[in-house]
């Protein structure tokens, strides 16, 4: 059930009742003490692929996972597999090409939880076309889904970051965005568009201790590029020096580390991971 993942979770005990509160809780009280060992993490598009892989490996970090994508099943399964590895998540379906409704969720999460310190943008979409034939709907959807969905979630989750004086933003990106991809001009924009977001978010709000950077990964075995024609396979392979797609495991460890208190001296970057087909 949908519903039964929106609630709170909770794998730590539960707090005494503060003092002078006549021994009763208030959800506030509750709310804000059971969240201080956990980092809540925000992920979009994470039914599948990279978002997946991302939500996954920051829950068996300890990472709370708040998981966004449209599909309410698949972010169940999700959940179920995350909780059942001892990890700790919740479904929030959302289309993230709905700036209103993906923008009051961020701040649900937000009173809910009384923080949000990781926010990972790895929802996207392609609609490949040469630009002679691309239409205008395919260029928007394409802009309102990798990259105005982006803006919509940095702006509504700094608020609770600077609250906290904490935040990793993490834009997932692509190569078509540093290099240029032919049939892919609304993709290709979008992705380099992030980048322009992502620096200037980084200088906005680097003084109240929050990072921002672009993780673009190369070519990555996913739902994405599973139609891609076995001869474009083959030509692609040789012009990457590791000799192999990557997988969105490759891609979760360095969000890992993009996202981790560790990294805290790192923003306003563009981490390229693949296999060095861009070098
Ligand atoms: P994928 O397998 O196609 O998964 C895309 C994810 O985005 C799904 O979870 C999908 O969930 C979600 N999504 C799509 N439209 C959405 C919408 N309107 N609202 C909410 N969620 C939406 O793609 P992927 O390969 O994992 O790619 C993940 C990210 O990495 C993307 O930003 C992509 O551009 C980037 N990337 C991928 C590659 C690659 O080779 N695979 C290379 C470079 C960059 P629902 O369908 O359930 O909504």
């Known amino acids: 059930m949908v ?90 379906p959302c289309d993230v090409g709905d700036g209103k409704a993906l923008g009051e969720l961020i701040e649900a999460v937000a009173e809910a939880h009384g923080r949000i310190d990781i926010l990972v943008n790895n929802a996207g979409i392609t609609r490949d076309g040469l630009i002679l034939r691309m239409s205008d709907e395919d260029f928007d959807l394409v802009l309102s889904v990798n990259l105005r969905a982006a803006f919509v979630t940095c702006r509504a989750a700094a608020r609770a970051m600077m ?20 049939g892919q001009a609304n993709y290709s924009a979008a992705k380099a568009g992030l980048v322009g977001l992502t620096k200037t978010i980084a200088k906005e709000l680097g003084g109240k201790g929050i990072t921002a950077n672009v993780v673009a990964p190369g070519f990555i075995e996913t739902d994405m590029t599973a139609t891609l024609p076995p001869q474009v396979r083959e030509q692609m392979l ?35 991971v693949d296999g060095g087909l861009a070098a």
């Open 163 to 182: 609250r906290g004086k904490f935040g990793r933003i993490v834009n997932l990106g692509s190569v078509s965005g540093l290099m240029g991809n032919p």
């Open 238 to 272: 040789p012009q990457i020096p590791l000799r192999r797609f990557g997988t969105p495991e490759d891609i979760a460890a360095v969000v890992a580390f993009a996202t981790s208190d560790e990294a805290g001296y790192m923003t306003a970057q563009v981490l390229v």
């Open 3 to 92: 519903a039964e993942s929106f609630g709170l979770v909770c794998t730590i005990p539960p707090p005494r009742p503060p003092a002078g509160s006549g021994g009763r809780f208030l959800d506030r009280d509750f709310r804000r003490s059971t969240a201080i060992d956990r980092r809540v993490a925000i992920v979009t598009g994470a039914s599948r692929g990279i978002g997946r892989a991302i939500s996954e490996r920051l829950a068996r970090d300890g990472r709370h996972v708040v998981a966004v994508s449209r599909s309410a099943a698949e972010l169940d399964s999700l959940v179920a597999s995350i909780r059942a590895a001892g990890g700790s998540a919740e479904a929030r």
